[in-house]
């Protein structure tokens, strides 16, 4: 029994260093064994490995895309107003050595990549217009109500994506840097919200509203020039239309009645006496009407009709 008590603690020391000295590599983590903070090996394959015990430490670094929520920045706009930047940063390890020799851990790597993201969204920010970063362009879609779609260069390209690439590609130059290579790759920027400080948004939708008021007013007023210009051009073509159709009716009524004549004085020629009994007889149906008393003396001109013995005597024709 006593001999066994030996070999149970060889047993158990053995566990023990095995412990110490074997340890795994997730297929989602690179490990870097360092002694006394110096780096030995890097693993960025999974599997089994070993290390000197008490000697040699571990550190393991994930694989995959990490992700950083940068704090709320108040930003100036080309237009140098304030605005509040919400963003996000996501990348990923690419050389876990260079990573640990500059920014040692991810806690680390968070303040210092964070501090150069918001620094890129500044420049940009500095550099862009309020409307191309909180706007949007007003789109009706197929069942007739608006949506608010992002603004797009001439290109085709939505503006606040422009903007956030710039900032991607401003950012890895400065962490990709000969002087300071972190070993990362800044994959990707987002900006979760641009809103207007609380303490100004009052005063700039009220300028905002006096602005949009003020355009209205525009818009109304060329409105009303284009009607009384269009007015006024429709009122002189109907003058013109009016003038040309009264002369054109003056010109035939005048030369209907110059035909009218014409023919009235061919009628004269040929028979007087029936024309002026003709005559006669049109003013008898103007002026002896129900209930008239005429008086005319018996050898009145137009009296003469009235007896029979005055009625003309028909040319005959030849």
């Known amino acids: 029994m006593k001999a066994l008590i030996p070999i149970l603690i060889l047993l158990l020391g053995a566990l023990f260093i095995g412990a110490q000295a074997a340890f795994i590599v997730d297929q989602a983590q690179y490990a870097i064994v360092t002694r006394f903070g110096e780096i030995q090996r890097v693993y960025t394959e999974p599997g089994l490995q070993f290390k000197t ?15 950083i929520d940068v704090p709320t920045e108040a930003m100036q706009d080309r237009e140098r107003q304030i605005l509040e930047i919400d963003a996000y940063v996501r990348y990923v390890i690419q050389d876990p050595r260079k990573f640990l020799l500059t920014l040692r851990n991810e806690f680390n790597a968070e303040s210092r990549i964070a501090n150069i993201v918001v620094s890129e969204i500044r420049s940009e920010i500095a550099r862009t217009e309020r409307t191309n970063i909180i706007g949007g362009e007003s789109v009706i879609l197929a069942d007739g109500t608006i949506a608010v779609s992002p603004k797009r260069t001439a290109e085709g390209v939505d ?22 290579d972190f070993g990362i790759l800044i994959v990707d920027v987002r900006l979760k919200a641009a809103d207007f400080p609380s303490s100004v948004e009052e005063s700039v939708y009220n300028r905002m509203r006096t602005e949009r008021s003020v355009q209205a007013q525009r818009l109304r007023a060329e409105g009303a020039e284009e009607n009384q210009r269009i007015t006024a051009s429709v009122d002189r073509e109907v003058t013109i239309i009016r003038a040309e159709a009264e002369r054109t009716g003056n010109q035939l009524r005048g030369e209907g009645e110059a035909q009218a004549i014409a023919i009235f004085a061919d009628a004269l020629q040929q028979d007087p006496e029936f024309y002026a009994f003709q005559r006669s007889l049109q003013a008898y149906k103007v002026f002896l009407t129900n209930n008239t008393t005429v008086v005319l003396s018996a050898d009145d001109e137009l009296f003469k009709y009235l007896t029979s013995s005055a009625l003309p005597t028909p040319t005959p024709e030849p």
Do not use: Y
């Open 159 to 180: 503006v606040r994506e422009a903007l956030a690439q710039r900032v991607v590609g401003g950012a890895n130059r400065a962490v990709q840097s000969v002087e300071n």
């Open 53 to 67: 015990p008490f000697v040699e430490d571990v550190q393991r670094f994930n694989k995959r895309l990490l992700r």
